[in-house]
C-alpha cells in the first residue's frame, strides 16, 4: 500500500471516529436534563394546551424531582425586574441556600434576568431562562416542598403567569 493511499484511508477512518463521538455526545446530551430544564419543558408542554386569555382556566402542572423525590427541594422563579439575596430570604429561602445561590451564579445577571433556579437537597443548582419564553411571574416565587409538586400556569391578558398551586 502506497503512503498517500494509507494516509486516505487514515482520513476516512478519522472522519467516521469522528462522526460516532458527535452521535455519542449529542445522546449524552439528550439523556442527561437537569431539574430546571425538565421543568422548564414541562412549562413548554402546558402552555400548548392551555386556553388563552383572562378568564381562561389554569393549568396545573405537576413536576418531580429527577432524582430523590422525597429529598427536599426549591423552585424559584425570578421577575424580569432586580431580585436581590434578602428579597430570596424574605421569600423563604434559608440564608445559606440564598448565599450560594448568589455565589455560584455570579458570573451570571441572577438579580436582573428571570432565572428559573431548581435545587434539591445534597444537589446542585440547575437554572435556566428558556421557561421564560413560555411564562413568567410578576415577583419573585419560591416554592419549597418534599416530593413532587403542583405549579399553576394562569392565562391573563399580557401571557401565561406561573403561580403557586394552593
Known sequence: ???RRLASKLRGLRGWLGFAGLVAACSLVVGCTDNATRLSHAIERATGSVASGPGAP???IAYTPKSGSSRPHFLIFFPDHATSR????AAGVPG???????SEMAYL???LAPFLVVVQEGGGLNFTTHWR???SVPE???VSAE??????LRPTAGGNVVDRAE
Open 1 to 3: 500500500m502506497t503512503p
Open 133 to 135: 419564553r413560555f411564562a
Open 86 to 89: 434578602p428579597d430570596l430570604e
Open 140 to 142: 419573585l416565587l419560591v
Open 109 to 111: 445577571p441572577i438579580g
Open 147 to 152: 416530593g413532587p409538586v403542583e405549579i399553576l
Open 58 to 60: 389554569a393549568q396545573t
Open 96 to 102: 445559606p441556600l440564598a448565599a450560594r445561590i448568589f
